[in-house]
């Protein structure tokens, strides 16, 4: 069995995760600390259905998430290849990181008792701190693009510098 980590709470630091993007270089969670608000989405091996529709909606929204000074990554439970030929597909504005082993997903929580890999959503500050985190269940419970783009301007509004 998998060691599962707990899910940070809203006010803590998420933790750290270096993993392969599909833009051909390693992205770190703090690689954008202090300048980025971020929207991570694991998908826990959910790319498409109601985890699709969420993606596409937050790509129609780029600009909106320029204005709140944000940036999504999604990260998926796939090899480096699996995360490239997604992303291509998928054609979204945002990266797409390579989760093959689902130690990141474990490091976050984003897991069942039994080491399955699950889906979560986590709204950042610039800091790392959780503001928000949504826990789908398959098709249901993942949040609305404007519940997301919500919790970002309540971060702008809290930290505006």
């Known amino acids: 069995m998998r060691r599962v980590k707990s899910l940070p709470a809203v006010g803590e630091r998420?933790?750290?995760?270096?993993?392969?993007?599909?833009?051909?270089?390693?992205?770190d969670r703090d690689d954008y600390r202090g300048r980025h608000n971020l929207v991570v989405v694991f998908s826990g091996?959910?790319?498409e259905g109601a985890a699709s529709a969420l993606l596409r909606k937050l790509a129609s929204r780029e600009e909106d998430l320029e204005l709140e000074r944000a940036l999504v990554l999604l990260?998926?439970?796939?090899?480096?290849?699996?995360?490239?030929a997604f992303a291509r597909?998928?054609?979204?504005?945002?990266?797409?990181?390579?989760?093959e082993s689902g130690e990141a997903h474990?490091?976050?929580?984003?897991a069942g008792p039994e080491g399955e890999l699950r889906p979560a959503v986590f709204v950042l500050d610039r800091w790392g701190t959780v503001y928000a985190r949504f826990l789908p269940e398959?098709?249901?419970?993942?949040?609305?693009?404007?519940?997301?783009?919500?919790?970002?301007?309540?971060?702008?509004?809290?930290c505006p510098e």
Request: without cysteine; charged residues 25%; hydrophobic residues 45%.
């Open 14 to 27: 998420m933790p750290g995760f270096r993993l392969p993007s599909s833009d051909a270089r390693r992205v």
């Open 45 to 47: 091996g959910h790319e």
């Open 75 to 84: 990260v998926i439970p796939r090899s480096e290849a699996g995360a490239l």
């Open 89 to 99: 597909r998928a054609r979204l504005p945002f990266s797409v990181l390579a989760d």
């Open 106 to 110: 474990l490091a976050v929580g984003a």
């Open 138 to 158: 398959g098709e249901e419970g993942w949040p609305e693009a404007g519940d997301i783009l919500g919790w970002l301007e309540y971060i702008q509004i809290q």
